[in-house]
T-cell receptor, first 117, second 115 residues
């Protein structure tokens, strides 16, 4: 079945540095990828929708200059947390939806645990 | 817009006992419904989904959920739980046949199975 691969699974960085998270669709083309953020013991909150070849669409309250999204190809979307601060520490998950005929499912990456110290 | 309410944040249950995790949704259009399971520090795994057809859907590991349009519910049930079922469960909704739209998640229910 469709697989979404997300890397790294864990990253620890110093405050003020930038971190890039990659999300790849391994056996299908994802024109759209979704980026979610999950705080401890809370649900997934949509941050932005990444569209191949165009600008990402950010949800209200999400700083687009802080969370840079690039979707340069049909199989790769990246999220860069710029000038990270401790409050950016969270679990980030990407997702791609496959909808062709009778198959409709959202596939999720393994998630990235970001810790900013 | 769609929304999901998971009424119970935590559900403790003894091993081999039945369990029901409740999920209600709100939408002005027809929807697809999903249940996902998340183990600590891992991504989400699809448990089961309702797209159309039979309102009772089943997973391979004994879970089932029933879509009830009149009550706008999609409760998850299992007749006999195991220790390995301990995890966080998320109910999610998305507009049906809408192509590339994101899933909207409930706040999750932590199922704790007690030996």
């Amino acid at each position: 079945g469709a697989v979404v691969s997300q890397h790294p699974s864990r990253v620890i960085c110093k405050s003020g540095t930038s971190v890039k998270i990659e999300c790849r669709s391994l056996d299908f083309q994802a024109t759209t990828m979704f980026w979610y953020r999950q705080f401890p013991k809370q649900s997934l909150m949509l941050m932005a929708t990444s569209n191949e070849g165009s600008k990402a669409t950010y949800e209200q309250g999400v700083e687009k200059d802080k969370f840079l999204i690039n979707h340069a190809s049909l199989t790769l979307s990246t999220l860069t947390v710029t000038s990270a601060h401790p409050e950016d520490s969270s679990f980030y998950i990407c997702s791609a939806r496959v909808w062709t005929g009778g198959l409709d499912e959202a596939f999720f990456g393994q998630g990235t645990r970001l810790t900013v110290v | 817009a769609q929304s999901v309410t998971q009424l119970d944040s935590q559900v403790p249950v003894f091993e081999e006992a039945p369990v029901e995790l409740r999920c209600n949704y709100s939408s002005s259009v027809s929807v697809y419904l999903f249940w996902y399971v998340q183990y600590p520090n891992q991504g989400l795994q699809l448990l089961l989904k309702y797209l159309s057809g039979s309102t009772l859907v089943e997973s391979i590991n004994g879970f089932e959920a029933e879509f009830n349009k009149s009550q706008t519910s999609f409760h998850l049930r299992k007749p006999s739980v195991h220790i390995s079922d301990t995890a966080e469960y998320f109910c999610a909704v998305t507009p049906g046949r809408s192509g590339n739209t994101p899933l909207v998640f409930g706040k999750g229910t932590r199922l704790s199975v007690i030996a």
